[in-house]
């Protein structure tokens, strides 16, 4: 009897241990500024204007969310591409978009740098949104969606390492999965270059880092989706209501947390490919990256399970 008592004590003491912590090591509650509210644009490039609120009515067709962390060199290239093309297909299409840029509290004036891309084409609606410290890349994204005012939203890299013209493939299969506005994801996809150059000559740590990730999203519950982590997602805007103020991690690996939401509260996902093809200056440090993700992936996953982090299913209009 002492036996099995002393046991008891021993496992309950292991768990209060395991569960203290996952308490200290969950990210607290992201905290949005009031500065961090308003945007500037070529517009107004001095006096900040308040920001189109994710549950107000959607104001365009189309929110290209960018973060952007110490992005001066990278961003030109991607914004004009970005441009070019939904320029090209709103003269079809009659699209409306917006362009939100959010600087995760960067050093280099990348938010100098986005007011003068936004002057300079000044025929489209850029919105550069500053955060007062750096948050991470998920913070950043989480605050460009929440502060959207696109009837879909388009979460796309600073680098423009994905080719923006899969927008349209992206934009094709969300009409199929969710019309008519409903909740959708579309998932740009990069699992088809597994072999091919882009990928293979890419660093054997950062391959490693890859075909570990695919492992460990299979325990966590995602491993249907073949790419989690391309920065190129497309959510529709009821979607993006029921998985954004519901995200609490503000690092690189957000995107799985992202679609174990989705998988929660039952949205349709569908993945497509895209072309991409790696570009230099990225700020991911592959051996402190892999023991981030590898904490933060148990953490969503635990958090979910005991029921600390949870989802709420949009209520319909009868409720």
């Given at each position: ?15 209060a241990v ?134 879909r939203l ?155 982090w949870s ?9």
């Amino acid at each position: 009897m002492e036996l099995i008592f002393g046991v008891a004590i021993f496992l309950f003491g292991l768990l209060a241990v395991l569960y203290a912590a996952l308490v200290f090591w969950s990210p607290p509650v992201i905290v949005t500024h009031d500065s961090e509210k308003k945007y500037l644009s070529n517009a107004s490039p001095s006096k900040p204007l308040p920001l189109t609120r994710l549950e107000d009515p959607s104001t365009v067709d189309l929110t290209v969310v960018v973060p952007a962390y110490n992005e001066t060199e990278r961003l030109p290239a991607m914004l004009a591409a970005t441009i070019d093309h939904l320029t090209t297909v709103g003269k079809t299409s009659n699209r409306t978009y917006e362009i939100v840029i959010v600087d995760d509290g960067s050093s280099d004036g990348t938010s100098a740098t986005a007011l003068k891309l936004a002057k300079k084409y000044f025929k489209s609606n850029i919105k550069v949104v500053t955060l007062e410290k750096n948050i991470g890349k998920g913070g950043a994204v989480r605050h460009g969606m929440l502060f959207s005012g696109g009837e879909r939203l388009l979460m796309a890299d600073a680098d423009g390492a994905s080719r923006i013209e899969d927008l349209e493939a992206l934009w094709k299969s969300m009409d199929s999965i969710a019309p008519n506005n409903a909740p959708g994801v579309v998932v740009g996809s990069r699992a088809h270059l597994v072999k091919s150059e882009a990928v293979v000559k890419r660093s054997f740590l950062r391959n490693v880092l890859m075909y570990g990730l695919h492992t460990i999203l299979r325990i966590v519950g995602v491993g249907h989706i073949r790419d989690t982590q391309c920065g190129f997602k497309l959510f529709s805007r009821s979607a993006a209501r029921q998985i954004f103020p519901a995200q609490h991690l503000p690092t690189w690996i957000f995107d799985v947390e992202l679609l174990l939401l989705a998988k929660q509260l039952s949205i349709p996902v569908s993945e497509v490919p895209i072309e991409w093809h790696e570009v230099a200056g990225s700020k991911l440090h592959v051996v402190t990256a892999s023991v981030q993700m590898l904490r933060d992936l148990l953490i969503v996953r635990a958090n979910h399970i005991l029921g600390r982090w949870s989802a709420k299913p949009a209520k319909s209009k009868s409720d």
